[in-house]
């Protein structure tokens, strides 16, 4: 499912919304956005001493990461709502941190625009789920 595959617990659902990408892609993109999430913070690591607000910075991609390892859980026990909710911070706290990082590590703050961008198609897909719920 989406965000993330770390603690996956099966899910099982009659319910599934026509623009939910097929399992099988989730695992490869995943793959590649947690690639582009070390090398992120590798890039904001080795310029520490350029950073004024380093730990800011760390605390926002400490946060939505834990919240994006934290997701499935909450999202395959059907609470849709806090799972979304979730989904706002990871977004939120990410884009503290591009914005954060950009004037020092440019190539770092592109690095995460993917991220972003699929963490939010996943909240789309998660208020869907939360929307047929209350149906």
């Not at 993330?4 to 993109?29: L, M």
């Not at 310029?47 to 607000?53: A, E, M, T, V």
């Not at 503290?96 to 703050?109: E, R």
Request: net charge negative.
């Amino acid at each position: 499912m989406i965000p993330s595959q770390a603690n996956q617990v099966t899910f099982d659902s009659e319910y599934e919304p026509f623009f939910q990408p097929p399992g099988w892609i989730i695992g490869p993109v995943w793959a590649v956005l947690y690639t582009t999430l070390a090398i992120s913070i590798t890039s904001v690591l080795s310029k520490r001493d350029d950073l004024q607000q380093f730990n800011l910075i760390i605390l926002c991609f400490v946060i939505q990461l834990t919240l994006n390892l934290a997701w499935p859980s909450v999202f395959n026990s059907e609470r849709y709502l806090l799972s979304l909710l979730m989904i706002i911070g990871m977004v939120v706290f990410s884009i503290a941190y591009v914005v954060l990082i950009h004037g020092t590590t440019p190539f770092a703050s592109r690095l995460m625009w993917p991220y972003i961008a699929w963490v939010s198609f996943a909240g789309i897909i998660n208020a869907a789920y939360l929307l047929n719920s209350l149906q």
